[in-house]
T-cell receptor
Framework: GENVEQHPSTLSVQEGDSAVIKCTYS??????FPWYKQELGKRPQLIID?????GEKKDQRIAVTLNKTAKHFSLHITETQPEDSAVYFC????????FGQGTTLQVKP | ETGVTQSPTHLIKTRGQQVTLRCSSQ?????VSWYQQALGQGPQFIFQ???????GRGNFPPRFSGLQFPNYSSELNVNALELDDSALYLC?????????????FGNGTRLTVT
């Protein structure tokens, strides 16, 4: 069936470094790609999303890039801070919004 | 603006029992989706309700059922509970039944089946 693959499953960076998380999707009809951040014991919260009519979107230290031909999209976090430590989920619509397995990001001070 | 609220926050049930989880959608939202999140996993889509009708279902057995009410609040019912049903159940509301509408999640109900 349709699915969303997310890599890596864990990522550890030093404060100030950049972090990149990648997702691939299988449904070529997908046209909306959100990223959610989930802190321990809290709800997933939307941090950025992109629609298929653009290739890149940026919001301060966070950016998302989309390659529709290759069917993958990536989350980029620059100048990471300890408060960026959380689990990040990508998602893509394949009928309904389907989530990746998550990436645990640890930012070491 | 009132966000998505879920109740109860925690629940412990015994295998074979039935459970009902409740969700109030964010004001202005007419669509509710339910997700199951096992520990260390991504949310798995259970089903979605749009204007009181089921509007899509994931790979879950019929013992998972739901309702949406005229005020767009929703219930998730699970019959014949199994140990593997232990998970965080997340409700999310959105402003339309379209798959490209941003989801706003509640804090979830932590269900433990013993």
């Amino acid at each position: 069936g349709e699915n969303v693959e997310q890599h890596p499953s864990t990522l550890s960076v030093q404060e100030g470094d950049s972090a990149v998380i990648k997702c691939t999707y299988s449904d070529s009809a997908s046209n909306y790609f959100p990223w959610y951040k989930q802190e321990l014991g809290k709800r997933p919260q939307l941090i950025i999303d992109i629609r298929s009519n653009v290739g890149e979107k940026k919001d301060q230290r966070i950016a998302v890039t989309l390659n529709k031909t290759a069917k993958h999209f990536s989350l980029h976090i620059t100048e990471t801070q300890p408060e960026d430590s959380a689990v990040y989920f990508c998602a893509a619509p394949t009928g309904k919004l389907i989530f990746g397995q998550g990436t645990t990001l640890q930012v070491k001070p | 603006e009132t966000g998505v609220t879920q109740s109860p926050t925690h629940l412990i049930k015994t295998r074979g029992q039935q459970v009902t989880l409740r969700c109030s959608s964010q004001s202005g939202h007419n669509t509710v989706s339910w997700y199951q999140q096992a520990l260390g996993q991504g949310p798995q889509f259970i089903f979605q309700y749009y204007r009181e009708e089921e509007n899509g279902r994931g790979n879950f057995p019929p013992r998972f059922s739901g309702l949406q009410f005229p005020n767009y609040s929703s219930e998730l019912n699970v019959n014949a509970l199994e140990l593997d049903d232990s998970a965080l159940y997340l409700c999310a509301s959105s402003s339309s039944g379209l798959e490209n509408s941003p989801l706003h999640f509640g804090n979830g109900t932590r269900l433990t089946v013993t």
